[in-house]
């Protein structure tokens, strides 16, 4: 079995056994706004109120951080989270090429215009991966797409929403989270990290794996740009900030040789 991180505090013990038992990387999410709000509703702690649900609902990460830098784990690194999927119909797009014409609102599919996923193919399509897919692909060496979810291969990880911007403590403990990972893993010398290279392969979001049902627009995925579409994540996470903390924590810890 492989433990959780020594940087958490363990509340939980979910998830089954993956075929990859070793992790290939890391799959940041947010919480989104819901959790906190029916917390502040409830005159409830946010963090206390997001371990509970995420114990107990049909949905859960590997590890969740509070906005005061304090992490818990919720599942084993051998252990598949439910924090990520591929709809059947998106997995067929993703392989087949078609995912950038299609779009899914209210249980419909929409064509859409080009521009509509830019921002994915601007992050990823110049470094090789047309489709997140060939993401998957790279990543675990399998080619065969009828088994394939994005939350098999990568530990996950929900931020507690802090908008508009992570808190300070929450991303240095991101940073520290992935150094302990990375090492424990043998993904890379975090040291190695080149911030300006974020996201990657072994660290990105859940949008970069579900591009199709993560990007957002409102009402429709036609109206005019500028309202669509958006990575969750982008206005919270500063990458190359998040790089560049992981390459200081990671210098400044440097293994006994």
């Known amino acids: 079995m492989t433990s959780p991180s020594p940087l958490a505090r363990v509340a939980a013990n979910r998830g089954q056994p993956r075929a990859h038992a070793s992790p290939v990387g890391m799959c940041v999410h947010t919480t989104g706004g819901n959790l906190v709000r029916q917390a502040i509703d409830a005159k ?5 109120h997001a371990i509970d649900f995420y114990s107990h609902a049909t949905v859960y990460p590997h590890y969740l951080i509070g906005w005061d830098g304090s992490i818990v784990s919720l599942a084993a690194d051998d252990r598949m989270a439910a924090a990520a999927k591929w709809e059947p119909w ?33 992050r990823w399509r110049d470094r090789g991966f047309p489709s997140p897919w060939h993401i998957y692909r790279w990543s675990t060496g399998t080619r065969d797409p009828r088994d ?10 929900e931020v507690l929403d802090h908008k508009p911007a ?48 993560r990007s957002q627009a409102h009402p429709s995925p036609t109206r005019e740009a500028g309202s669509y579409p958006f ?23 440097m293994p006994s040789v």
């Open 90 to 122: 998106e997995r067929v797009a993703y392989h087949a090429g078609t995912w950038p014409r299609i779009w899914q609102h209210e249980g419909l599919l929409h064509d859409v215009p080009d521009s509509f996923f830019a921002w994915w193919v601007d």
């Open 44 to 48: 409830r702690d946010p963090m206390t």
């Open 148 to 157: 394939t979810t994005p939350n098999r291969p990568w530990l996950h990880v």
């Open 166 to 213: 992570f808190a300070v403590a929450q991303v240095d403990a991101l940073a520290r989270l992935f150094v302990d990972r990375s090492r424990a893993h043998h993904w890379l010398d975090p040291a190695d990290v080149e911030p300006d290279a974020l996201p990657t392969p072994w660290l990105l979001s859940h949008a970069d794996l579900s591009p199709c049902r």
């Open 231 to 253: 990575d969750p994540l982008l206005g919270q996470l500063d990458w190359r900030a998040l790089g560049a903390r992981i390459v200081a924590v990671a210098k400044s810890s």
